[in-house]
């Protein structure tokens, strides 16, 4: 019997000299070996998946907060009497107590609202058609703060913002 294997996984391959009822006996094993691999490349697909879903999440829940840090050092024109940054809420109010979080159909967050002790914050995401983000519209306390982002293709080039 010729006991030929593929080079990869090291599965017995058939030849033309083996009998027929050798070269069934060894091909069954070898399904049973892809069929249990596919099942464990499965049940970590479904891992990475879930892993990559907590991560979405946690990316989400710190977006605002970076954004507006972002756009505050961009922009250092902002009236200091009307800002209202994170910090400023924390330092004065105190942290939220609920966030809750929306998303569009392909999975991009488009509004956050946040429980704060002052009251809501509503926040707004719009994207491109190129799927980057092209503006976050936050409301509290009476202000509106609208961040508007500019790409070059995909590329941030600068970003303004707006308070009234």
Known sequence: MKNDRTPTLDLPLPHPDNDLEQDVVRLRDAFAVLDERAA???????????????????LAANMAQTTHQIATLISPAVAPDKTWSSERIAAEIGYGSETSYHYNSVGELVGMVETLPGGLRTTAFTYSTERNLSSMVETYAGVTRTTTYHYAGSVLTGITTEEI
């Open 40 to 58: 464990a490349d499965s049940a970590a697909y479904s891992a990475l998946s879930h892993a990559q879903d907590l991560l979405a999440e946690a």
